[in-house]
């Protein structure tokens, strides 16, 4: 479908972009964070909590598995699937609980609850790169597709994609 290709070049930009995103995110997504160890997963999904509303801190549910912030604009799951070891495991924790009408759901390491996990609206790939990170946005459902239309693509797409949304 669409993608937007972002270039943040530290933390604070990294969570300004969250917050954006944030802004146009609706009640029944999923979002699924991709990239390496270290690439910034719950660093986008502190700025994603933000701008929904959030003034504590945000970790990483490594170990716990999933983080709730129930008290928000929409009520945000964020897990964190890295240490899972089977995806079956995700059936006896109840996930399917977790993606419910009104909530929204950030999920980091997707691909370790293949078969387990619905479709993601939107995919984010992270990756390091010399000068921050560069994100690639890609819409993978319609409501995927409004939300990446209302972001500001002027203000964050990267210079090499001419700040406009590609098809």
């Known amino acids: 479908m669409t993608d937007l290709v972002v270039q943040l070049s530290g933390e604070d930009e990294q969570v300004a972009f969250g917050e954006a995103l944030a802004q146009v995110l609706r009640p029944s997504m999923v979002i699924f964070l991709e990239g390496e160890l270290g690439a ?3 660093t986008l999904a502190r700025g994603i909590a933000r701008g929904l509303g959030h003034e504590g801190a945000v970790k990483s ?12 604009r929409i009520p945000l799951y964020h897990f964190d699937l890295y240490r899972l070891g089977d995806p079956q495991e995700l059936e006896y924790l109840g996930v399917r609980d977790y993606f419910d009408e009104g909530s929204l759901v ?3 390491w997707p691909s370790r609850g293949v078969g387990y996990l619905p479709a993601p609206d939107l995919k984010v790939q992270l990756a390091v790169v010399p ?3 560069r994100l690639t946005v ?8 409004d939300c990446l239309a209302a972001v500001d693509a002027t203000r964050w797409a990267a210079p ?3 700040g406009s949304l590609c098809d």
Request: charged letters at 20%.
């Open 61 to 72: 549910p490594t170990y716990t598995l999933v983080e709730p912030y129930q008290t928000l």
């Open 40 to 42: 910034g997963k719950t």
């Open 160 to 162: 090499e994609v001419s």
């Open 106 to 108: 950030l999920v980091e």
């Open 138 to 145: 890609s819409a993978a459902s319609s409501r995927g597709a």
């Open 131 to 133: 000068m921050g990170r």
